[in-house]
């Protein structure tokens, strides 16, 4: 039970480790979008710069996405497809068991 206990303290530690250090580290830091570095840099290379087109829902809105949408969807997308891989990931596992007769019925 003790090491139970020792085992459990010592991955609590380590995960307020990995949510503090980021915080300490990266004071400061700037974080932008892939889109806005691309697009600075060809302009920094090239000079002027205009888009072959517009994100989809921009148009349709009007103006910008809020940032907090665009992470919602963002987020969304991610769990998506993070669904579809356990869902195929479940089934194959299921399959392999159902083929060696593995199975509880």
């Not at 072959?52 to 665009?70: H, M, N, R």
Request: one cysteine or more.
């Amino acid at each position: 039970m003790k090491k139970n206990i020792r085992t459990v303290v010592i991955l609590l530690i380590i995960v307020l480790a990995l949510i503090t250090v980021p915080l300490f580290a990266l004071r400061g830091a700037e974080f932008g979008g892939s889109d806005d570095a691309g697009s600075e840099k060809i302009e920094e290379i090239q000079g002027e710069y205009e888009p072959w087109f517009a994100p989809v829902l921009e148009e349709a809105l009007g103006g910008e996405i809020p940032g907090e949408i665009e992470s919602l969807l963002f987020c969304v997308q991610t769990a998506i497809g993070v669904g579809v891989i356990a869902f195929v990931m479940g089934r194959l596992v299921e399959r392999r068991k159902h083929e060696k007769g593995d199975f509880d019925c």
